[in-house]
């Protein structure tokens, strides 16, 4: 007799069985309020201040919980005196979003020192600068708000693409010179970024990963970006249109990133909107023109085309500008700055191999002054804003 075939089990239920088992055991820890673990002394106060609003007579301050306690208001101090609050809820548990509304008399351009007491006699700090009125977010201001992106992203970036006619004239060793400068460019974006990421990652919710977050969101968009690379080549985009999409999907990104600062700050009355502001951003961003037609210099693309990579560099700049104003979080901008580090790291990768001379040598002479120029032409343009 022939013996009977042995069915085994299925192989998605070996591999989820560790996982039940992992959940099961947790779970019993958790009902069993987590023995042998239990906190003594006093209460661990971790709370940040996350967006601070200025109206008529009374300060209001947005707070985050970020450690594994509730944490209780007891008092409100501004400039060593006290003053009167209100508060959404009487205690703040662990990630719990509250905001503190404190009745006072501010005066416009004046500085305030703002100290929240807890029950422990804990402190929670928040420095006024400068005094301004909060704006109100009604059509107006977010017009507003798409007008300044406009002139920080999409006009500044569509002039410098203007200096294509002039690129074609050039012999190819300019060509690469020009290439080492858009990196060096690119590199310093980069760098502006990380370090923007990484302060606001300080400042966010640490719960949720602080300046971590910055290196998540850098290693994601690489990751992503390279797959769009790999998917572009196969179905067999022009190498110079190619590697000038990128260019300005990273531009794009950090603009995205930038444009969050911009928002957040005028929505707190930071941000000083003056003409040398604008010029500053337009000196700046025209350099991102530049260092997205360098590629196509030999081929240019279609106008259509180029008019479509100036919006991908530029138009972030106003969604950024939009979210920051209305809903700005730390940990979101530390994020969307990674993703601006992530998206250049992959483009300077990409662009590196065109710097290449007869020789075959990637930093030679030609090379290197433009990655030097690059780097210190956003330097000194960079000088020419003050958010």
């Known amino acids: 007799m022939e013996a009977t075939a042995v069915r085994r089990p299925p192989a998605w239920l070996a591999a989820l069985l560790p996982l039940v088992l992992l959940g099961a055991l947790i779970a019993v820890f958790i009902a069993l309020d987590a023995p042998g673990l239990e906190r003594n002394g006093i209460p ?191 179905r067999g985009s022009g190498g110079g249109e190619r590697v000038a999409l990128l260019v300005a999907i990273g531009i794009g990104l950090h603009n995205l990133g930038e444009g969050l600062v911009i928002g957040s700050a005028y929505a707190i009355g930071s941000l000083a909107l003056g003409a040398a502001l604008v010029v500053g951003f337009a000196i700046h961003n025209t350099t991102e023109g530049l260092a997205i037609v360098a590629p196509v210099a030999e081929r240019p693309p279609r106008v259509a085309r180029l008019a479509l990579l100036g919006a991908i560099a530029g138009a972030p700049a106003i969604l950024g500008a939009w979210i920051g104003a209305s809903a700005f979080d730390p940990s979101l901008a530390a994020f969307m700055f990674g993703v601006g580090v992530g998206a250049i790291a992959r483009v300077v990768v990409q662009i590196a191999p065109q710097v290449r001379d007869s020789a075959g040598r990637l930093l030679h002479p030609l090379a290197a002054a433009g990655l030097a120029a690059g780097l210190v032409l956003m330097y000194v343009t960079s000088l020419l804003i003050s958010v």
Not at 87 to 96: I, P, V, Y
Not at 198 to 207: H, I, P, Q, T
């Open 44 to 234: 661990v106060e971790d709370v940040s201040v996350e967006r601070t609003e200025l109206h008529p007579g009374e300060i209001q301050l947005t707070l985050q919980n970020d450690g594994p306690d509730d944490v209780r208001i007891v008092q409100a101090i501004v400039n060593d005196g006290f003053a009167s609050f209100t508060q959404d809820d009487d205690e703040l548990g662990r990630l719990d979003r509250s905001q503190v509304t404190i009745a006072y008399p501010w005066i416009e351009g004046e500085a305030y020192e703002v100290a929240l007491l807890t029950s422990t006699g804990g402190t929670i700090d928040k420095s006024i600068d400068q005094a301004a009125e909060t704006p109100e977010a009604d059509a107006g201001f977010y017009g507003l708000m798409g007008l300044i992106g406009l002139y920080v992203g999409i006009i500044p970036i569509a002039v410098g693409m203007l200096w294509l006619p002039w690129l074609r004239q050039l012999d190819r060793r300019w060509l690469r010179f020009l290439l080492a400068l858009t990196i060096g460019l690119l590199v310093f974006l980069g760098i502006d970024a990380a370090l923007e990421g990484l302060d606001l990652g300080a400042s966010g919710a640490e719960s949720l990963g602080g300046g971590a977050l910055m290196w998540l969101g850098a290693a994601l968009a690489y990751l992503v970006l390279a797959g769009v690379d790999g998917w572009l080549s196969r």
